[in-house]
């Protein structure tokens, strides 16, 4: 890149005196539009980001993490959430479970088995499911486990619902990253006569952990800002709860009602709070993500280029 | 443990041992998990919805009456919702994301590019709650000042209330701004520099490179990217719900009260009767339909469509 | 975080195990949400029965109670006899409290109590009236400096016990309500104009964010939320405070209650005319699905209380008591719940 941008800078500037004004004029205007275009679109997004933070270290304080939402009080105000984020944490857990058995296997099933018939299929509708909105996994698991009473508004249901949202990222993350496992390991694995799964789980899997952890993160972020699939099926509670077939509170539905439904002004204060919880959430496994997905994870890049 | 015969291991898919076979079962079982959940999806919703498509037939997708004091549910207006604010949002932000793709990926210094770039990355990742949250306290009343002056100014009796269509259709600007931004960046990224260098060859200034060299390269993939970023508007609930003014009629002005198919849902699902709640499980399946269309014409555009260049 | 999970895990042990009942999950109006709040904080306290109250709207409520997802249904809006038939068993009615709702308002620089009238109102959510310094708001305020200001009406966009108390009032004093605007029997409606907001606290919120904005809500919120509310005239042609509780009483004494305690109060002969009453609803016979005894025992406990004690916290929040025949009806219907036919 760099010695590319060098040798065009170069060539070009070589050239400039012979580019006539009228598309010189252009070449500017472009720019212009350009680099406006992206203060636009620098400027809400910064916005956001400030004003949640500002507005956010405002109101938070200790409270907000060591009280629940029942000591919420019109009269007296006050309150917290944490029955929110232990039930976002356990919720998130029974997710990353689902995600990461049904993720894995299919992700193992669509690099490693290429020759079964289903394969192609399985693809798709894994595609299918990372595009379906998280309002409609809501109404989907009311119909499954809701009315069904098994085991009705729960953080079971909940965490159903994010797990099977968890899945289809999972399963592209785990499949991307076992396709540039080099097939020399695999091949070195079966010379030495272990039997096929020996070498996916062993060697296979394990080459390939870090691309997966990175999915597994992503997919964490994702799940534990989304509120829209838990609407219908976690139902929410005011107190700390740790059963999971018992309704669950979870935190960016509190952060919903405080914002959109607040009982008094103060609770929009800490809808702010809240949501400078979910973003330092979302930072922190980014910044995770962006570490483990460091390319150092193959321990022969070499062979895997040298492939064609 | 029986050994295996060290033949060319490239696909030694017959001679598994019972292990193996074992494990295949296993793998192939958790796999069809994927199948039988997007099975499920469907039926789920065709058969919690059945009655509401049963009673209204046709009118539920063509009529404008969603009435349930009166037992009637027709859903046009928020599927004319769902596209009103979808495709104004994506009006608003496919040229801003792709100047932004351009600027990070073709014209920033790469001190610059870098940090615009994992920042931008970020706020893709931000939950609807948080966008729904400003919107809320910053965006409505900034839109509401701006229809204020624009009432005043030109007399259209527009109600100036800050909610509404103008304020969803901007919030989702927002929203799927980072995320087509960063598809953009990353396609345009993979542009061979061939295409640059062979453009900067012939005498192009920077604009020229980039309008005959990169963005034809990279057209499908930004157009995969714009569709992606439509089921994205498309699906996005909360914040929506948050600013839209849920308002179960069709919007008449662009400052009007309106809702969409996943605002209704978010809004009234969890207090629906008997009659309601079919309605609005009718319009989750449309939204499921609608969705994996959209998914699946970005994928085709994305393999078919991208030409095969230099590699 | 260990510890909490361990905590947890013998909390769940002990759910599955002991005899008694440490929660009671609840779902429905929005209305009494505060008021239920603090009920239920004071009765954790009292008892360690933690109930879990979901304030979604009393349609909301409704459709819980019919299908049994929950165990309590809150309403402001009696259940029909179409409601009651297509429930799967017997459901009584226990009032709870009388709650006002009032015009609550947004309008920068108004500070006087403005007064309307319930065809002032309709002419509003109709749409008819745009503009605060319209002559028909001014005629009844003169004192008050209404500006150029657009009128914003807002809504539930919930089913609603709050809305069907609010539009019952108008259909019954707005012919031209009662002939435009389809009116469910529950709060369902289709509304002309406006924005709408999810329960009370929703369109209090959008009132307070709102300059111009006008909504309905349970007193308690505009109070809490500081929001200015108006005067309605009642039948005598007074207008009446939504915040007096003596004026709800009087509303509310005004009927006569059936033994099943289902009736409307709104335009009464005297008192605040848009009350009502707001109930908690339960299965009188409590013995479905896998309900224990003494699951029936704690709610029963728990409606007593409520009845009781509980009603002290009424009017410290600006709640109508319930009081007087009232209550003995409300006793009542709580002491004909049972357990498999087995009194409580």
Request: proline letters at 5%.
């Amino acid at each position: 890149m760099t010695r590319t941008d060098t040798m065009t800078k170069s060539i070009s500037s070589g050239l400039t005196r012979t580019v006539s004004p009228a598309r010189r004029a252009q070449n500017s205007i472009m720019f212009g539009l350009v680099a406006l275009g992206t203060v636009i679109v620098l400027i809400p997004l910064a916005l956001i980001l400030f004003q949640v933070v500002y507005n956010g270290l405002r109101s938070i304080n200790l409270d907000f993490f060591i009280k629940s939402e029942r000591d919420m009080s019109m009269i007296t105000g006050g309150g917290g959430v944490l029955n929110a984020i232990v039930g976002t944490l356990l919720m998130v857990a029974v997710a990353l479970v689902i995600g990461l058995v049904v993720g894995i296997a299919t992700g193992i099933f669509l690099s490693e088995y290429r020759e079964h018939p289903l394969v192609g299929v399985v693809r798709v509708m894994s595609d299918v499911l990372t595009g379906i909105p998280a309002i409609v996994v809501g109404l989907v698991i009311y119909g499954l486990m809701i009315t069904t009473k098994l085991p009705g508004y729960s953080g079971l249901a909940g965490g159903v619902a994010l797990g099977l949202i968890m899945i289809p990222i999972i399963v592209r993350a785990t499949e991307e990253v076992l396709k540039l496992v080099p097939t020399s390991i695999r091949e070195a694995g079966l010379a030495l006569g272990l039997p096929r799964w020996k070498v996916t789980m062993q060697i296979v899997l394990p080459a390939a952990s870090t691309g997966i952890i990175t999915g597994a993160i992503l997919g964490v972020a994702r799940v534990s800002g989304e509120a829209a699939p838990l609407l219908f099926t976690s139902f929410g509670n005011p107190d700390l709860a740790t059963n999971l077939l018992q309704p669950m509170a979870a935190l960016p539905s509190a952060v919903y009602s405080l914002a959109f439904k607040a009982l008094t002004p103060a609770q929009n204060e800490q809808a702010w709070a809240g949501a400078l919880v979910l973003l330092t959430i979302i930072l922190i496994s980014n910044i995770l993500a962006r570490f483990f997905s460091r390319p150092r994870s193959y321990r022969a890049p070499k062979a895997n280029t040298a492939k064609t | 443990m029986t050994p295996t015969i060290p033949t060319p291991p490239r696909r030694s898919f017959g001679m598994n041992s019972g292990s193996d076979n074992v494990f295949r079962n296993i793998i192939i079982g958790l796999s069809s998990l994927v199948l039988v959940a997007t099975v499920l999806y469907g039926f789920v919703l065709i058969v919690g919805g059945l009655p509401a498509f049963q009673r209204e037939g046709i009118g539920f997708l063509f009529g404008l009456n969603w009435d349930p004091g009166k037992g009637i549910y027709q859903a046009l207006p928020f599927i004319a919702g769902t596209f009103f604010t979808a495709f104004g949002a994506l009006l608003l932000a496919v040229p801003l994301s792709v100047a932004a793709a351009l600027f990070i990926s073709e014209y920033a210094p790469r001190w610059l590019a870098g940090p615009v770039g994992s920042a931008i990355e970020l706020l893709a990742a931000i939950p609807s709650v948080v966008y729904g949250l400003w919107g809320i306290f910053v965006l409505i009343p900034a839109v509401r000042v701006f229809q204020v002056w624009f009432v005043s100014v030109t007399g259209v009796p527009w109600p100036p209330t800050g909610t509404g269509l103008m304020s969803a259709v901007l919030i989702l600007a927002v929203m799927v701004i980072p995320f087509i931004c960063a598809i953009s960046r990353d396609v345009i990224t993979l542009v061979p520099n061939d295409q640059r260098e062979a453009a900067y060859a012939l005498g192009a200034t920077k604009w020229e490179v980039i309008r005959f060299g990169i963005l034809p390269y990279a057209r499908a993939g930004i157009l995969g990217g714009v569709i992606l970023g439509l089921g994205r508007a498309i699906g996005e609930t909360l914040a929506v719900t948050m600013v839209i003014g849920n308002a179960n009629v069709i919007a008449s002005t662009p400052f009007s009260s309106t809702a969409t198919m996943s605002s209704i849902i978010a809004s009234n699902f969890g207090e629906a009767n008997e009659t309601l709640r079919p309605a609005l499980i009718a319009i989750g399946f449309m939204l499921l339909v609608f969705s994996v269309i959209v998914n699946v014409i970005a994928r085709i555009v994305i393999t078919r469509l991208t030409p095969v260049g230099t590699r | 975080m260990k510890k909490i999970l361990l905590a947890g895990l013998v909390l769940a042990a002990g759910a599955v195990s002991a005899q008694s009942v440490t929660s009671i999950l609840g779902s429905g109006a929005s209305a009494p949400f505060p008021l239920y709040t603090e009920m239920f904080n004071s009765y954790a306290t009292l008892t360690g029965v933690k109930v879990n109250y979901a304030s979604k709207g009393s349609g909301g409520g409704r459709a819980d109670i019919i299908a049994r997802n929950v165990e309590f249904a809150g309403s402001d809006a009696f259940m029909t006899d179409t409601e009651l038939k297509s429930a799967p068993g017997a459901i009584v009615h226990v009032p709870m409290a009388l709650v006002a709702v009032v015009p609550t308002y947004n309008i920068p620089g108004v500070t006087t109590q403005l007064k309307f009238t319930g065809q002032l109102l309709a002419s509003i959510y109709l749409g008819d009236i745009k503009k605060w310094n319209d002559p028909a708001i001014v005629a009844l305020n003169k004192t008050a400096k209404l500006p150029d200001l657009a009128i914003a009406p807002v809504y539930r966009s919930d089913s609603s016990g709050t809305t069907a108390i609010f539009v019952d009032f108008l259909s019954k004093v707005s012919s031209d309500w009662a002939s435009k605007v389809s009116k469910g029997p529950q709060g369902s409606v289709k509304w002309p104009v406006g924005t709408g907001g999810p329960q009370n606290a929703g369109v209090v919120g959008l009132v307070r964010q709102t300059p111009g904005g006008i909504g309905y809500a349970e007193v308690t919120y505009a109070k809490a939320n500081k929001l200015q509310y108006g005067l309605i005239r009642n039948a005598t042609g007074k207008f009446v405070d939504g915040g007096d509780l003596n004026e709800i009483a009087a509303a509310s004494d005004a009927q006569s209650l059936p033994d099943d305690t289902r009736t409307s109060i709104t335009n009464a002969s005297i008192g605040y005319p848009i009350s009502g009453f707001t109930w908690i609803l339960v299965y009188k016979d409590q013995k479905y699905g896998t309900r224990t005894k003494d699951q029936a025992k704690a709610m029963v406990a728990l409606l007593r209380w409520m009845l009781t004690d509980g009603q002290k916290l009424n009017n410290k929040l600006d709640y109508g008591q319930i009081d007087g025949s009232a209550l003995k009806k409300a006793q009542k219907n709580v002491e004909s719940i049972t357990f498999g036919g087995e009194k409580l």
